[in-house]
């Protein structure tokens, strides 16, 4: 079964430093996708950046990249420049199965990473 | 923006009581989820739907049932409500024609079961 770690129930961070938001997974289905979604104070979940298990680049969104290494089964997520307004859940999730695979494409989360931007 | 909206947004009930939530999209998409999410465990499954009539369970199925009557609307229905049941419920819908087959989710409902 497909599982999601995500080991770090809080960080603080001063403003315009990097982040680093870790996820290790484990699954045994060759072909998946990983994601990270955030979730403000304001309840909303926005879906943020993805990697394949196929994609031969970490990708990249902006102020976020996707740490992907993949022989130790781990999809961090960077900020770049954190601001006050990074502030929020962070949540990284599974999906077991090809793009194209029109099956239910569930996805498994993890706990979850609260992370704090200090002024 | 994946239209999608849910109600309600808050409720409070009583133990045994019947509850119904409701997602209803604009896109005609055809997959749509619903999760709970709860402190300590981020988000789970409880159903999912493939189509209209189409639906099956999730990780987390006991004790709620759904229905899937027209592609824009998917219920959840808590026949029985328990306390463990008080939760944050999000619906999703799967843009199978985005880059990436993510899901986007609704503004969610929060549910008091007392």
């Known amino acids: 079964a497909q599982k999601i770690t995500q080991t770090q129930p809080g960080m603080f961070v001063q403003e315009k430093e990097a982040v680093t938001l870790d996820c290790t997974y484990d699954t045994s289905d060759p072909s998946y996708g990983l994601f990270w979604y955030k979730q403000p104070s304001s309840g909303e979940m926005i879906f943020l950046i993805y990697?394949?298990?196929?994609?031969?680049q970490n990708a990249t969104e902006g102020r976020y990249s996707l740490n992907f290494q993949k022989a130790r089964k781990s999809a961090n997520l960077v900020i770049s420049a954190s601001q006050l307004g990074d502030s929020a859940m962070y949540f990284c999730?599974?999906?077991?199965?090809?793009?194209?695979?029109?099956?239910?494409?569930?996805?498994?989360f993890g706990q979850g990473t609260r992370l704090t931007i200090n002024p | 923006d994946a239209g999608i909206t849910q109600s309600p947004r808050h409720k409070v009930t009583e133990t045994g009581t019947p509850v119904t939530l409701r997602c209803h999209q604009t896109?005609?998409?055809?997959?749509m989820y619903w999760y709970r999410q709860d402190p300590g465990h981020g988000l789970r499954l409880i159903h999912y739907s493939y189509g209209v009539k189409d639906t099956d369970k999730g990780e987390v199925s006991d004790g709620y049932s759904v229905s899937r009557s027209k592609t824009e609307d998917f219920l959840l229905t808590l026949e029985s409500a328990t306390s463990s049941q008080t939760s944050v419920y999000f619906c999703?819908?799967?843009?199978?024609?985005?880059?990436?087959?993510?899901?986007?989710f609704g503004p969610g409902t929060r549910l008091t079961v007392l």
């Open positions: 896109e005609n998409h055809r997959y």
């Open positions: 999730a599974m999906r077991e199965g090809l793009l194209l695979n029109q099956g239910a494409q569930k996805l498994v």
């Open positions: 999703a819908i799967r843009d199978s024609g985005g880059s990436y087959n993510e899901q986007f």
């Open positions: 990697q394949g298990s196929y994609d031969q």
